[in-house]
């Protein structure tokens, strides 16, 4: 997933440079203004420079019939101003050059730890006072707690960043239902039964093609999303990294507990079988996605919504029209307590420069829009007789009128806002999207949060992990739960790496997370 390369990359020595940048000389020239003509009248627009990663697709350009509707509701034209990833480097590079230059844009979507550089030397805005006085919508969206973590990420409590926010788990295991009904089983409940499932996956044939190809169930490299085989013994984990949460009332990293050596023990079983997908550790996303696309895969760990959309596996109806999913609850384990994780906090998503407090006002407008019952109204059902006609004071939808193209690029246009998952909005937005399958999505978002817990760490601060990378990237977990799930080591040698991890800073990482844990939960 895209805004997951944010969580994943680390902090370059090099960017203290750039909040340097930032602090000195904090003043900021009067607002650039543009006359337009809006529905024949003189209106003063002002221009926000937001400077963010790669858009895909490209951001619609001003001739669009949704950006002209964006700017006529806010009287703010956005400009967005973006860089590849580049592994990283490509982003830190312009980033940097833009600061030097004082030519720095009014908002910016930081790399990991790079807004704690700036909050430090002066170079980030408090909003405190200005969330609530314009964008009042997403200030009140946010939950108290959310605000908090921020708050005591920064040495003055105050807020200084934006985060995205999911309050709703949207991630379980997906399983192919027309394979179930094929192998006349029913969706498992239990391990025993999930096993059982994967074993007629395998030798019976569900996607009828006479050839021996189907993959029960499959994860990507490195170990990454096959998380309902760690969700069955209690392992908070997210998108296949191991997160922090409570065990024994103490603040612990999930990849070193008994519960971890057990799912590593569970996952080497099924590899060994040849229930999980041999080439797990090789898949990168386009690889795996294929495979699922291919009609191959039985069961995977992946997303709600990617069951019917066109980007995500409803284009493998083309290759087998009776191709259906759904989503189960957590197979239960006697002696553990499994789940599935949620973190809200989801990463560091826009940080205000003090250099661009002049913008600021219509910056966090901008930001408000998409939590406005206009906003919502716009990303759910377009433009009025365009995409919807009232009848009666009531919105009807025209789905016939809304392609693909345009709900995409209204999605597009949202996607330099804040991102913001909860139950309330995604049943709204399926209930227009999808009249005839959301009653099943619901049913598939009650079961997968039926267990579904937050895990204790959401909202950690990166510096935590500071002078300890291989921790922070989790290489050693890695390489552990690799040489073992495969064969190449024994599964003692778990026991060597949660050694080797105390030694190699974990020990000191786990006193700092939990000073963190302390002071943002202290009454």
């Keep these: 997933m895209k805004q997951a390369q944010w969580r994943n990359w680390g902090r370059s020595g090099s960017l203290f440079v750039v909040a340097a940048s930032l602090v000195v000389g904090c003043s900021n020239p009067a607002p650039v203004q543009q006359t337009a003509a809006v529905d024949g009248n003189s209106k003063q627009l002002e221009k926000i420079r937001i400077f963010r990663g790669p858009i895909d697709p490209p951001m619609p350009d001003s001739s669009n019939k949704y950006t002209q509707f964006f700017v006529k509701q806010l009287n703010i034209e956005p400009a967005y101003e973006t860089a590849p990833w580049g592994g990283g480097a490509d982003y830190a590079q312009k980033l940097q050059t833009m600061i030097a230059s004082g030519d720095f844009p009014d908002i910016i979507r930081p790399m990991n730890g790079v807004e704690q550089t700036l909050i430090t030397q002066g170079g980030a805005l408090a909003l405190d006072d200005l969330l609530p006085k314009y964008a009042p919508n997403l200030w009140k969206y946010f939950p108290k707690e959310i605000w908090d973590i921020v708050r005591s990420t920064s040495p003055d409590g105050k807020i200084y960043y934006i985060p995205s926010l999911q309050n709703t ?201 998409y939590y406005t019952p206009e906003g919502i109204d716009f990303n759910n059902y377009g433009i009025e007789n365009d995409s919807f006609v009232l009848e009666n004071g009531a919105k009807k939808y025209l789905p016939e009128k809304d392609t693909t193209e345009n709900w995409t690029q209204r999605k597009t246009i949202f996607s330099a806002s804040v991102s913001t998952f909860d139950y309330k909005s995604k049943i709204a937005e399926l209930t227009v999207k999808y009249p005839t399958r959301y009653k099943a999505m619901t049913e598939m978002y009650d079961r997968i949060n039926k267990t579904t817990k937050v895990v204790a760490g959401d909202g950690m601060p990166i510096s935590v992990y500071d002078g300890f990378a291989d921790i922070k990237t989790h290489k050693m977990y890695q390489q552990y739960l690799t040489n073992i799930v495969i064969g190449e080591w024994p599964l003692e040698r778990f026991d060597e790496f949660v050694k080797k991890w105390n030694e190699a800073g974990g020990a000191e990482v786990t006193k700092r997370a939990n000073e963190w844990y302390q002071k943002v939960n202290k009454k």
Excluded: C
């Design 169 to 369: 788990n949207n991630r379980g295991l997906i399983i192919r239902t027309d394979w179930l009904k094929k192998v006349g089983l029913n969706a498992p409940e239990t391990q025993e039964q999930f096993v059982e499932m994967l074993r007629a996956f395998r030798d019976k044939d569900p996607n009828g093609n006479g050839k021996a190809d189907e993959i029960p169930t499959s994860g990507r490299e490195q170990g990454r999303w096959f998380d309902h085989i760690f969700a069955m013994y209690g392992v908070a984990m997210w998108e296949g990294y191991p997160e922090w949460d409570m065990i024994d009332g103490k603040l612990q990293y999930a990849g070193v507990q008994p519960n971890m050596k057990e799912a590593i023990k569970f996952a080497r079983e099924l590899y060994k079988e040849k229930l999980l997908d041999n080439e797990t550790f090789l898949n990168k996303q386009e690889v795996w996605t294929g495979k699922i696309l291919n009609d191959t895969v039985g069961a995977f760990y992946h997303i709600v919504d990617s069951t019917i959309t066109v980007g995500g596996y409803e284009g493998l109806r083309k290759k087998n029209p009776d191709a259906d999913f759904t989503m189960v609850s957590v197979p239960k384990v006697p002696g553990y307590e499994g789940f599935y994780s949620l973190k809200r906090f989801g990463f560091v998503e826009w940080v205000i420069p003090k250099k661009s407090e002049a913008k600021a006002a219509s910056v966090l407008k901008y930001l408000d829009f």
